[in-house]
C-alpha cells in the first residue's frame, strides 16, 4: 500500500512539472496560477517523503496523570513506523531535577539505577507485553518519588535516525485522603417485612477534580463473595446488583445522597435472604487528559452484621386460607391455561394480600399489595408477546392466564400468599404467609409425523463458508424454521435467523447483523442455514426448531406442531490447521561452508508470508534477515549477498528455502522462520518454526612453537633475552597476537598490527628496561634489561593465530604457549637477627613492652628494614599482630581488633624495634617474636628485597589481681508492727582488691525453707533492676563502698531472710570486663505481724517434686496448680516464677504475675517465655529454645490477696510450690573432618595448589563453621586464611592472593597460585563448629583434617636413582660441561677487561666501598649461568 502511494505522487508531481512546462508565454494572471500549483506540487512532494519513508513514532498516554500514593499504576507506551525486528525494547525513565534516572528496560536486567533496582528485582515495578510493539509499565504500589517527568525510549533498529525515539508524559503522586466509613449500630436484629436504613460517610479532600462511586455490599455466610446491592455510580447512575433488580423497580430498594457526604441505603421489606454483613465501598475516580476515566483510589467501611428472623404469627393473629384452582381436563399445545388463586380471610379488617404463582418452587408471576405486575424470568418475554397475563379478577380471586401453552408449562403449581400492612412510609411489610395446595398441570402434545434430521459437516475451517440442512419429512401444513446457536454447553441458545412459513427471513441476530447469513427452503422440505467466512466464535452448537402450521376456524394460522434438532461443530483457525517446521542437514559446518534451511509450511491454501530472523549466541534479540509478504514483496534486512532465497510449491506443503553459500562465524546462531497466513488480505494466523541452532566451527589448528629453556639463570644488572618462534601454522596468510606473561599477571603484548602495549605487570619503571622485537618472520624476542632479584619468576609465551573469514572479521584458533622461569641471584648476605630468647613478667592492667634488634647494625643510610610481629599461646599457630613496610608504612593484621587498639610500633633507631602493649590481659601470655627484611638501595635508586631473619622469643606472662573483696557480715534481726514503716538493707564493702574496680550488688530474699530469690539488682554500670512489681524499692549510695536498699509499706508477704551479694569487676580491655571475686553480707531476719484480722481461705499449692530432661533446643512446660477449697471473688492470687541456675546461690525471678492480671517478665530472655492460665487455679510456663544454661530447678510462689473492708487489696498467706528440676542435655558433638593425608610434588611454577577441607558430618543443621588453614613451620603453625562463619574472609599472606572458595556447604577449598620454593611445607586445616544459642553463638566442636605436604622441584634438584653409574655419569658430564664454559668465560672477560672498564662508570653499593661493577655480559639465546 506504501508503493502504491508512492507511486501515486510520483505522477501527481510528473503532471504538475508537464503543466508548467507546457505553459509557454503566460500573461501575469496565468503566471500566478501556476505559481499556485507549483505549491500544491511542493505539498505532495513533502507528503510523499513522509509516505515514502516511514518514520518512527512513539506514544505514551497523555499527560499529566495524577494517581494515588500506595495504590497500582499502569501507563501504556507503543512505537510505530520502525524497522528491524517486530518486537520491540522499551525503556522507562523518570526525570527529576533536570536528570534522568533509569527505571526499567525490556532489554537489559541491570538497567534500573539503585532508586529502583529492588522494586524491579521484586517485581514491585514490571513491564507487560501487549504486542511487539506495545507495552504497559506497571507499578503495583505508588511512592511518591515516584512522581516526575516520565519517559518511554526505544532504542534504534531502523538502522538510521528518522522520527522519534521518546515520548514523555508528568506523574503526579497525590496523597491518599479517600475515607469510607459507617458508623452507625455494628449489628442489627430484624424481621422479614422490616425496613432497613443504613448510611456510610463519603468523602476526598484531593485539590483534583475527581467522582466518586459507592457501592452498598452483603455478605452472607453461604455467599463466596460479596453480592453488590446497589451501585451509586461516578456520573450519579444507578446500577443494582443480580438478584435485586426487580425489588429496585418495585421502589423497595434504594439509595439516596445525603449533603456531601452520605450514601443512606433503604430496603422498605426486609426478605430472609437478606441476611449478612452489609459495608459500602467509595472509588474514587479522575478524567485523564485523554477523557477516559480511571479509578486511582478505593476504600471500604466497617461492617453491619444484619440478622433477619423469619415471621412467627401469633396464636391471636386473623388468619386466612389460600386455595388454588385449574383446568383439570387434559391439555394439548395450543390450548389456553387458567391458575386461579383465592383467598378467604377471617379477622382481617382492610388486608391487603401479595399473590405470586410458583411452578416448581419457581416464581411465575406476582400481583402486589399495591398491584404491580411482577413477570419473573423467562416469562417476560411471553408477557411482551401477549403470551400470558395475570390480572386479579375479584376482591379476593387472582388469575394467571397463558394462552398458547407447550409442554414445557407443564408442572406442579402453587399460590404463596403474603398478608402485608402499609408503613407509614408507603412502604408494605410483610406479617404472615400461607401456601395453596399444589396441583400438577400435565400438557400433551398433538399427534403428528413430523420429523426433523440435521445434517452437516463436523468441522470447517476458518473464512469457508459454513452449512447446516435441517431435512424435515412427514409434514402436511406449510412449515417454519428457527436457527439458534450456542457457544458452549454451559450457555443457553441465542438466535441467527428465522424463516417464517410464509417464506420471509426475519430475526437476525444481533451478532449476525453485518454478515453474509441466509436460511433457503428446498420443495423437498429441506433447510439449509449459510454463514459465509466462518470464525472460530461460529463454533458450537446449532439447533433448528421446525413449526407446523395449520389454519383455525377463525382463518388464523397457529402452530400445530414443533420439533427440533441440534448438533455441534467445530470451525477450526488457520493458525491451528498450520504446521511450520524448520530442519536442515548442514547445521554443523566450518566457516566458507555452505548452509541450507527448509521451512516447511503445512495447512489450508492461503496466502502465504515468510520472515527469517537470526538471534546471535548469547544475545536475546533477534535480527531479521529478510521478509516476504503474501504478495511476493521481498525486503531484505541483512546484506543481499551473503543469502539465497528460493520457494517450493509441493501437493501437501509449501517450503522456502534460505542458502548461506559461504558461512562466517558471525552467521553462527539460532534461526527460525515466522509464517503469516492471510484470507483475503485479512491475516489469519502467524506462526514460528522451532528455532534452529546453526554452528559454524573454526578448523583445527597447526600451530606449533619451538621449545622454551625451562629454566634460566642469571646475574643482576645483566640483560636476559628470551625468545619464542613459531614452527608451524595454519594456513600461509595467519596472524599473530604475542602476549608476555610474568606469573599470572601480563608483562606486555603485541596485536595483529605489531603495535606494542605494556600490562599490568610492566609498572612504571619497568616498562623502560624490556623490548620485545620479531626477528626474521616468525621469531619474537623478548630483552629485559638490567635485571634485578625482583625480576625473577615464570616468564609464559602466548600465542594466539589469527585467520579471516569471508566477511572479513578476523577470528582466533586454539592459543599456545610455553614457559621459561627466570632466576635472578645477588651475593649472599650477612644479616642477622639477635636470637636470644628472654622471659617478661608484667601485672593485669599494666603496659607490656617487647624488643628486638638487628645485630651489628650501624648508621648505614642504604639500608632499611621491614618488619612483621608474630604472637603464638601455648605452641598453637603463629599469628600475625602487625607489618611494618620499610618505605614506612605500617599494617595492623591483628586477629583480634580490641587487641590492635592496644598495640603501640616504635622505632627509636635503625635496627631496634619496640611493640608496647597498653593494660596488659591475661590472653596477651605466650610468645613473641619478629621477622625482619633488610632492603638494600641499587645504584638505580630502586629498593631490592635481601634475604630475611628472626628474632629469639620473648615468653610473655600476666600475673592477674589478687581478690582482697571483703563484705561486712554481721547478722540482724526485726520484728515490724507498723506496716507503714519500711526496711533498709544496708551492704557495706570493708575492703577491695583495685582502686579500678567496680561493683554489682544483689539484694535478695528467702525463707527458711526456701530457695532466696534476687529482689533488686545495681549493675556495675550503674543501671538499676527491681523483681518487685507491686512496690517502689529505694535504692541509695552514700559512700563509694557502703549501698542502701529500702523496702517500703512493707507487709507480711515481706517476711524472710535478706542479704545482699557483691560482685568486683574490673575493666581488662575495651568492652571486655573480668570478675575478680564476689563476697556476700550477713543476713536481716524481718519478720511482720499483722495487726488486723482478715479471714485466711486455706489454699495449698502442688508440692510434688518433678524432674524434666530436656535436649538442647527444645522447649519444655511447667506448671503451677492451686488447691483450693471454693471458689471466692475477694480472693485473688499473685504468682512469681523463680529459677535457681546450678551456678548461683540465689533465685531468680522470671516473671511476676500481679493479683490484678498484670504480667511483668523480669529477665532479658523474655522472649523465650510464654505464660498462661488456662483455669483459674492453673498456671503454665513455656521455655522456648532451650540451652545448656536454663538447666537447674523452678519454683512458683504464690500470693493470696484479700478485698478488704474499704475496698483495697491486701496479702494474706503465701504457698510454694516443689521443685521442677530441669536437666538441658548438650547436642552430642559429631563434627568430624577429612583427614586423609597427602603427598604433592610440584615442578610447574606456574601451577597452583588447593588444599581441600572437607566437613564429613556435623553436630546440627543449625551449625555455622569457621575454618583456618595452617602452614607448618618450626615455631609452630602458622595461620594463613581464616574464613569466619559470618562469611568474613581474612588473609594474613600480604604477597600473593590466596584464593577462596566453597563449592559445597561442607566443602572448603584454598588455593595458593603461582607458588615458588618457600610454599613448601605441610598444609591443613581446622574447623570450628559454632550453635546458635538464645541470643548468641557458641563455639561447640573442633576438629582438623589431615596434612598435605607440598614439594616443590626446581631444576637441579637431586632425584634419587638405583644405577650409582648412572648417578655418577649424571654428575660427572654436567661438570665438565660446567668447567669448559667458565674457562671460555674468563679468557672472554679478560680480553675486554681493560677496554669495557674505560665505558663504565664507578657505583655507590650498599657496602661503604665504591667498587667497579662487573662488564655487563650479553647472553646469547640458550646460554644460562650455573651457579
Given at each position: ?1144 546461690s540465689s533465685g531468680t525471678s522470671l516473671l511476676l504475675y500481679s493479683y490484678n492480671g498484670h504480667l511483668q517478665y523480669l529477665t532479658e530472655n523474655k522472649d523465650r517465655l510464654r505464660f498462661s492460665r488456662p483455669t483459674s487455679s492453673i498456671f503454665n510456663l513455656v521455655v522456648l529454645n532451650s540451652d545448656a544454661d536454663d538447666s537447674g530447678s523452678y519454683q512458683c510462689r504464690v500470693d493470696q490477696y484479700q478485698l478488704d473492708c474499704e475496698g483495697k487489696w491486701k496479702p494474706t498467706t503465701q504457698a510454694q510450690s516443689g521443685l521442677t528440676v530441669v536437666n538441658v542435655r548438650s547436642i552430642e558433638s559429631k563434627l568430624s573432618v577429612m583427614k586423609e593425608n597427602k603427598m604433592l610434588n610440584i615442578t610447574n611454577l606456574q601451577a597452583g595448589f588447593t588444599v581441600d577441607c572437607v566437613i564429613d558430618s556435623q553436630s546440627s543443621d543449625n551449625s555455622a563453621f569457621e575454618v583456618t588453614w595452617f602452614k607448618v613451620q618450626e615455631e609452630g603453625p602458622l595461620a594463613i586464611f581464616t574464613a569466619k562463619r559470618d562469611g568474613t574472609l581474612h588473609s594474613a599472606i600480604n604477597d600473593k592472593y590466596l584464593v577462596f572458595g566453597r563449592p559445597l556447604a561442607t566443602h572448603y577449598k584454598l588455593t595458593v597460585p603461582q607458588i615458588n620454593p618457600t610454599d613448601v611445607g605441610q598444609y591443613y586445616c581446622q574447623v570450628e563448629e559454632w550453635l546458635p544459642t538464645a541470643d548468641n553463638w557458641k563455639k561447640f566442636a573442633s576438629d582438623k583434617s589431615g596434612e598435605l605436604s607440598v614439594h616443590v622441584h626446581t631444576e637441579g634438584d637431586p632425584e634419587k636413582s638405583s644405577d650409582p653409574l648412572g648417578a655418577t655419569l649424571g654428575i660427572t658430564i654436567p661438570l665438565i660441561c660446567f668447567l669448559v664454559l667458565v674457562i671460555i668465560f674468563l679468557l672472554k672477560r679478560e680480553h675486554k677487561r681493560n677496554s669495557d672498564l674505560k665505558k663504565k662508570k664507578a657505583c655507590l653499593w650498599a657496602e661503604n666501598n665504591p667498587l667497579t661493577p662487573l662488564p655487563e655480559v650479553t647472553l646469547a639465546a640458550g646460554d644460562h649461568f650455573e651457579s
Amino acid at each position: 500500500m506504501e508503493d502504491f502511494w508512492c507511486r501515486l505522487w510520483h505522477l501527481l508531481l510528473l503532471l504538475c512539472l508537464t503543466g508548467l512546462l507546457q505553459g509557454g508565454r503566460v500573461n501575469d494572471d496565468k503566471m500566478q496560477f501556476l505559481g499556485e500549483i507549483f505549491k500544491i506540487c511542493l505539498s505532495n512532494v513533502t507528503l510523499h517523503t513522509d509516505l515514502c519513508h516511514g518514520q518512527r513514532q512513539v506514544q505514551i498516554q497523555e499527560g499529566p496523570l495524577y494517581r494515588v500514593q500506595g495504590y497500582p499504576i499502569s501507563i501504556s507506551c507503543n512505537v510505530s513506523g520502525f524497522k528491524g525486528p517486530s518486537s520491540q525494547n522499551f525503556e522507562f525513565m523518570v526525570k527529576k531535577s533536570n536528570v534522568e534516572i533509569n527505571m526499567i528496560s525490556t532489554e537489559k536486567e541491570n538497567f534500573a539505577y539503585a532508586m529502583f533496582s529492588s522494586r524491579v528485582r521484586g517485581k514491585d515495578i514490571e513491564i507487560e507485553r501487549l504486542s511487539g510493539s506495545s507495552v504497559l509499565l506497571r507499578i503495583k504500589k505508588l511512592l511518591e518519588e515516584d512522581a516526575g517527568e516520565l519517559f518511554c525510549h526505544t532504542p534504534n533498529t531502523d538502522g538510521e535516525y528518522l522520527g522519534s525515539y521518546e515520548a514523555g508524559t508528568t506523574l503526579n503522586v497525590i496523597k491518599d485522603t479517600l475515607v469510607a466509613s459507617y458508623s452507625g449500630s455494628p449489628s442489627q436484629s430484624l424481621s422479614e417485612g422490616d425496613p432497613l436504613q443504613l448510611e456510610c460517610q463519603v468523602s476526598s479532600q484531593t485539590y483534583q477534580h475527581t467522582h466518586l462511586s459507592v457501592t452498598w455490599f452483603v455478605h452472607s455466610e453461604e455467599d463466596e463473595n460479596p453480592r453488590p446491592i446497589i451501585t451509586l455510580n461516578k456520573d450519579l447512575t444507578v446500577k443494582t446488583g443480580a438478584g435485586f433488580e426487580d425489588r429496585y423497580h418495585a421502589g423497595v430498594i434504594s439509595m439516596d445522597k445525603v449533603e456531601d457526604t452520605t450514601y443512606r441505603l433503604k430496603m422498605s421489606q426486609l426478605q430472609e435472604s437478606d441476611q449478612g454483613k452489609f459495608y459500602c465501598k467509595a472509588i474514587e475516580w479522575i478524567q485523564d487528559p485523554d477523557r477516559s476515566w480511571t479509578q486511582i483510589a478505593h476504600k471500604t467501611s466497617s461492617a453491619c452484621n444484619v440478622e433477619v428472623k423469619q415471621i412467627e404469627v401469633a396464636p391471636d393473629v386473623g388468619s386466612f386460607t389460600v386455595y388454588m384452582k385449574a383446568l383439570k381436563g387434559p391439555l394439548l399445545v395450543g390450548d389456553a391455561l387458567d391458575i386461579q388463586c383465592s383467598v378467604k380471610a377471617q379477622h382481617l379488617p382492610g388486608h391487603l394480600f401479595s399473590v405470586t404463582w410458583l411452578k416448581n418452587q419457581k416464581n411465575v408471576a406476582q400481583i402486589g399489595s399495591s398491584g404491580m405486575l411482577t413477570v419473573f424470568d423467562s416469562y417476560k418475554e411471553r408477557e411482551n408477546a401477549a403470551e400470558m397475563r395475570a390480572v386479579k379478577i375479584s376482591h379476593t380471586d387472582y388469575l394467571l392466564t397463558i394462552r398458547s401453552a407447550t409442554t414445557e408449562d407443564q408442572g406442579q403449581y402453587q399460590c404463596e400468599v403474603w398478608q402485608e400492612n402499609m408503613n407509614d412510609d408507603g412502604t408494605f411489610r410483610k406479617i404472615q404467609k400461607q401456601l395453596s395446595g399444589p396441583e400438577t398441570v400435565s400438557i400433551t402434545a398433538k399427534e403428528s409425523d413430523l420429523t426433523v434430521v440435521m445434517v452437516m459437516k463436523d468441522a470447517v475451517t476458518e473464512g469457508d463458508t459454513l452449512q447446516v440442512t435441517c431435512s424435515v419429512s412427514g409434514f402436511k401444513g406449510p412449515l417454519s424454521v428457527s436457527w439458534q446457536h450456542k457457544k458452549d454447553s454451559g450457555d443457553s441458545f441465542s438466535d441467527v435467523i428465522s424463516l417464517t412459513h410464509e417464506g420471509v427471513m426475519k430475526d437476525i441476530g444481533t451478532r449476525y447483523q453485518s454478515r453474509h447469513v441466509q436460511t433457503l427452503h428446498s420443495p423437498a422440505g429441506n433447510f439449509t442455514l449459510e454463514i459465509g467466512a466462518s470464525t472460530t466464535s461460529d463454533s458450537g452448537e446449532y439447533r433448528c426448531v421446525v413449526s407446523e402450521w395449520t389454519v383455525q376456524s377463525n382463518g388464523e394460522m397457529t402452530k400445530a406442531n414443533t420439533q427440533s434438532q441440534q448438533k455441534a461443530i467445530s470451525v477450526n483457525s488457520v493458525e491451528s490447521q498450520m504446521t511450520v517446521t524448520l530442519k536442515s542437514r548442514t547445521t554443523n559446518v566450518n566457516i566458507n561452508s555452505s548452509v541450507e534451511l527448509l521451512c516447511t509450511v503445512k495447512g489450508p491454501k492461503v496466502s502465504l508470508g515468510v520472515r527469517w530472523m537470526f538471534q546471535p549466541p548469547n544475545s536475546t534479540v533477534q535480527r531479521n534477515i529478510l521478509s516476504i509478504s503474501h504478495t511476493g514483496e521481498i525486503s531484505w534486512g541483512a546484506d543481499q549477498r551473503n543469502y539465497q532465497l528460493s520457494v517450493q510449491i509441493q501437493p501437501s506443503a509449501t517450503v522456502f528455502l534460505l542458502i548461506v553459500p559461504r558461512a562466517s562465524k558471525q552467521q553462527e546462531g539460532q534461526y527460525q522462520c515466522q509464517v503469516d497466513a492471510y484470507q483475503k488480505d485479512v491475516q489469519k494466523a502467524m506462526k514460528n518454526s522451532n528455532p534452529l541452532a546453526v554452528t559454524v566451527r573454526k578448523p583445527e589448528s597447526k600451530l606449533s612453537l619451538s621449545k622454551l629453556k625451562p629454566r634460566l639463570e642469571t646475574t643482576a644488572n645483566t640483560d636476559a633475552v628470551i625468545e619464542c618462534s613459531v614452527l608451524t601454522t595454519t594456513t600461509d596468510t595467519s596472524r599473530f597476537m604475542i602476549t608476555w606473561m610474568i606469573g599470572s599477571q601480563m608483562l606486555l603484548t603485541m596485536d595483529l598490527d605489531a603495535v606494542v602495549k605494556f600490562g599490568p605487570a610492566a609498572g612504571p619503571e619497568k616498562d623502560q628496561r624490556i623490548r620485545m622485537e620479531v626477528r626474521q618472520k616468525q621469531t619474537f624476542q623478548l630483552t629485559v634489561r638490567q635485571v634485578r632479584t625482583s625480576d625473577s619468576g615464570p616468564y609464559r609465551c602466548e600465542v594466539d593465530e589469527w585467520l579471516q573469514d569471508p566477511l572479513g572479521d578476523w577470528y582466533s584458533l586454539k592459543k599456545q604457549s610455553d614457559t621459561t622461569e627466570l632466576v635472578v641471584r645477588e651475593k649472599a648476605s650477612d644479616f642477622r637477627m639477635n636470637k636470644a630468647n628472654s622471659q617478661l613478667n608484667v601485672k593485669e592492667g599494666e603496659q607490656l613492652m617487647l624488643s628486638c634488634s638487628v645485630d651489628g647494625i650501624g648508621s648505614d643510610s642504604a639500608l632499611r628494614y621491614s618488619l612483621t610481629w608474630m604472637f603464638n599461646r601455648d605452641q598453637s599457630s603463629s599469628v600475625t599482630l602487625l607489618t611494618y613496610s620499610y618505605d614506612g608504612r605500617l599494617m595492623f593484621n591483628s586477629y583480634n581488633s580490641e587487641l590492635e587498639g592496644r598495640l603501640h610500633f616504635s622505632s627509636p633507631k635503625v635496627g631496634v624495634f619496640h611493640l608496647a602493649i597498653h593494660r596488659a590481659i591475661q590472653e596477651d601470655r605466650g610468645r613473641y617474636y619478629c621477622q625482619v627484611q633488610p632492603h638494600q638501595l641499587d645504584c638505580k635508586g630502586h629498593w631490592t628485597p635481601k634475604a630475611s631473619d628472626k628474632s629469639g622469643y620473648t615468653n610473655v606472662s600476666v600475673q592477674l589481681i589478687e581478690n582482697k573483696l571483703h563484705v561486712h557480715k554481721e547478722d540482724q534481726s526485726l520484728n515490724i508492727t507498723n506496716v507503714q514503716e519500711g526496711v533498709t538493707i544496708d551492704c557495706v564493702i570493708d575492703s577491695r582488691s583495685s582502686d579500678k574496680s567496680v561493683f554489682e550488688v544483689t539484694w535478695s530474699r528467702g525463707q527458711r525453707n526456701e530457695l532466696p530469690i534476687i529482689i533488686f539488682n545495681a549493675s556495675r554500670d550503674g543501671t538499676l533492676h527491681s523483681a518487685i512489681g507491686d512496690k517502689d524499692l529505694v535504692f541509695r549510695r552514700p559512700k563509694a563502698m557502703h549501698y542502701k536498699l529500702t523496702v517500703p509499706n512493707i507487709n507480711p508477704t515481706d517476711t524472710g531472710l535478706y542479704y545482699c551479694q557483691v560482685a568486683e569487676w574490673i575493666q581488662t580491655a575495651a568492652n571486655k570486663w573480668r570478675r575478680i571475686g564476689e563476697d556476700k553480707s550477713g543476713e536481716l531476719s524481718v519478720h511482720v505481724e499483722n495487726e488486723e484480722s482478715l479471714e485466711q481461705d486455706s489454699f495449698t499449692v502442688d508440692s510434688t517434686h518433678k524432674s524434666l530432661d530436656i535436649k538442647e533446643g527444645e522447649q519444655f512446660e511447667l506448671e503451677c496448680s492451686l488447691n483450693v477449697e471454693k471458689e471466692d471473688p475477694t480472693r485473688h492470687y499473685a504468682l512469681r516464677w523463680v529459677f535457681n541456675s546450678l551456678k548461683t546461690s540465689s533465685g531468680t525471678s522470671l516473671l511476676l504475675y500481679s493479683y490484678n492480671g498484670h504480667l511483668q517478665y523480669l529477665t532479658e530472655n523474655k522472649d523465650r517465655l510464654r505464660f498462661s492460665r488456662p483455669t483459674s487455679s492453673i498456671f503454665n510456663l513455656v521455655v522456648l529454645n532451650s540451652d545448656a544454661d536454663d538447666s537447674g530447678s523452678y519454683q512458683c510462689r504464690v500470693d493470696q490477696y484479700q478485698l478488704d473492708c474499704e475496698g483495697k487489696w491486701k496479702p494474706t498467706t503465701q504457698a510454694q510450690s516443689g521443685l521442677t528440676v530441669v536437666n538441658v542435655r548438650s547436642i552430642e558433638s559429631k563434627l568430624s573432618v577429612m583427614k586423609e593425608n597427602k603427598m604433592l610434588n610440584i615442578t610447574n611454577l606456574q601451577a597452583g595448589f588447593t588444599v581441600d577441607c572437607v566437613i564429613d558430618s556435623q553436630s546440627s543443621d543449625n551449625s555455622a563453621f569457621e575454618v583456618t588453614w595452617f602452614k607448618v613451620q618450626e615455631e609452630g603453625p602458622l595461620a594463613i586464611f581464616t574464613a569466619k562463619r559470618d562469611g568474613t574472609l581474612h588473609s594474613a599472606i600480604n604477597d600473593k592472593y590466596l584464593v577462596f572458595g566453597r563449592p559445597l556447604a561442607t566443602h572448603y577449598k584454598l588455593t595458593v597460585p603461582q607458588i615458588n620454593p618457600t610454599d613448601v611445607g605441610q598444609y591443613y586445616c581446622q574447623v570450628e563448629e559454632w550453635l546458635p544459642t538464645a541470643d548468641n553463638w557458641k563455639k561447640f566442636a573442633s576438629d582438623k583434617s589431615g596434612e598435605l605436604s607440598v614439594h616443590v622441584h626446581t631444576e637441579g634438584d637431586p632425584e634419587k636413582s638405583s644405577d650409582p653409574l648412572g648417578a655418577t655419569l649424571g654428575i660427572t658430564i654436567p661438570l665438565i660441561c660446567f668447567l669448559v664454559l667458565v674457562i671460555i668465560f674468563l679468557l672472554k672477560r679478560e680480553h675486554k677487561r681493560n677496554s669495557d672498564l674505560k665505558k663504565k662508570k664507578a657505583c655507590l653499593w650498599a657496602e661503604n666501598n665504591p667498587l667497579t661493577p662487573l662488564p655487563e655480559v650479553t647472553l646469547a639465546a640458550g646460554d644460562h649461568f650455573e651457579s
